[in-house]
């Protein structure tokens, strides 16, 4: 009984149920939920995870794409009570291995479970096979690499002052960017996808008349090491005074060496800085007053529903005054409905972007106001 399997049932006697027939075979742990499954998946190697599709608050196929960012290897069966082909097709884009309609069948989970453990045993033997599958479909990614841009617009003058440029891939087991990241790290090819990133985004750059609109790009923390960025071989490099890199609040700089020094040479080839997802939580203000950059950029978790909660308003109308204070450019990000708007524009924010002016798309589209 060497083979472990992690059950994630929301549902007691179902649990139980589930619990009992896997016992006799394989050592089982079951849990009632998303956030008690991630913690088991953070302790335990398991050979495969059997999960129910509709668990409370999240969906097993989100839960799915969240352990496959960090477990690309995982042998993953799902249970259903309603069997719809958006979430069959999504369970078989995120690799999952089998798919079970309620109510099952002892026999039919033992069944499925058997194959799933076997599979995770030959996995560990046949590790460069499976790696050569995983490249494979990184490869595919890549290749089908597109940038969306979403526009960052100024309200009161009705004006665009910028796009952000967003990650995609035609790739569809990849689809979901943080899964297309979490592989190339996977497989060492940050420098890889980074480059691609570059290339893409100044195909576009190229295209765009107005030197007043600038362009945001997300900027991995890994990316900082690549000596082609802001080198001569470096494709931004030429539109360096129109591009304002996004550094995320929870990028662990300090994990690079000279980060910093890093920083400042590209500042000094003419790239603006920004702060992304500032407020997220993680390190709070400290990385803005250290890098002191030309844009902060508030979290979308303080801007939803900022109409609604005081406690909200008071956070961001005290961050923006006081990044303004520095002379920072405060950009408030994912704005959804137009109280939330309004709100922000009585705080004294002016910069907004999120889907109620427009979605990221691949074309440099006109914001709606
Ligand atoms: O971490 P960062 O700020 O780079 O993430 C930007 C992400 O937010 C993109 O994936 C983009 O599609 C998404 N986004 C942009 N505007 C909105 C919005 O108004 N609402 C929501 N929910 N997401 C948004
Ligand atoms: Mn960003």
Not at 44 to 71: E, N, W, Y
Not at 183 to 192: K, P, V, W
Not at 241 to 257: H, K
Not at 319 to 329: E, K, W
Request: charged share 20%; glycine share 6%; hydrophobic share 45%.
């Amino acid at each position: 009984m060497d083979s472990k399997v992690l059950v994630i049932e929301d549902d007691v006697l179902l649990r139980r149920a589930y619990d009992r027939i896997l016992s006799v075979q394989h050592s089982v742990v079951s849990v009632g939920s998303c956030s008690d499954a991630l913690l088991e998946l953070s302790r335990t190697k398991f050979d495969a995870v059997i999960s129910d599709i509709d668990l409370p608050g999240q969906s097993g196929v989100d839960l799915l794409r969240q352990i496959r960012a960090q477990h690309q290897e995982m042998n993953f069966i799902f249970i259903t009570g309603c069997p719809t082909t958006e979430t069959a097709q999504a369970a078989v884009n995120l690799g999952a291995m089998g798919y079970l309609t309620k109510p099952v069948a002892a026999d039919a989970l033992n069944k499925i479970v058997a194959k799933a453990t076997s599979a995770s045993v030959s996995a560990k033997t046949t590790l460069p096979a499976r790696l050569n599958g995983l490249t494979h479909r990184f490869d595919g990614a890549l290749e089908k690499l597109w940038m969306a841009f979403q526009p960052i617009v100024s309200v009161p003058e009705r004006k665009v002052m910028g796009y952000e440029a967003l990650l995609r891939t035609a790739e569809p087991s990849l689809g979901a960017p943080p899964d297309f990241l979490a592989t190339a790290q996977h497989l060492g090819q940050l420098d890889r996808l980074g480059r691609a990133i570059r290339s893409k985004v100044s195909e576009t750059i190229a295209t765009a008349t107005d030197p007043d609109v600038k362009f945001f790009i997300n900027v991995h923390a890994t990316d900082l090491l690549d000596p082609q960025f802001g080198s001569d071989d470096c494709p931004l490099v030429p539109f360096a005074n129109r591009i304002v890199l996004e550094i995320t609040e929870r990028a662990s700089l300090e994990v690079i060496d000279d980060a910093h020094a890093r920083i400042a040479r590209l500042r000094k080839r003419g790239f603006a800085l920004a702060i992304d997802d500032l407020g997220a939580g993680y390190s709070g203000l400290t990385s803005v007053m250290q890098l002191e950059p030309e844009v902060v950029k508030l979290d979308m978790s303080l801007v939803r529903g900022v109409d609604k909660s005081r406690l909200q308003q008071q956070f961001v109308a005290s961050i923006s005054r006081a990044c303004a204070g520095l002379g920072m450019v405060v950009v408030t990000e994912g704005v959804e409905t137009a109280e939330e708007r309004e709100t922000l524009l009585a705080l004294g924010c002016t910069i907004h972007q999120g889907y109620l002016y427009g979605r990221p798309s691949r074309v440099l589209a006109a914001p709606t106001f």
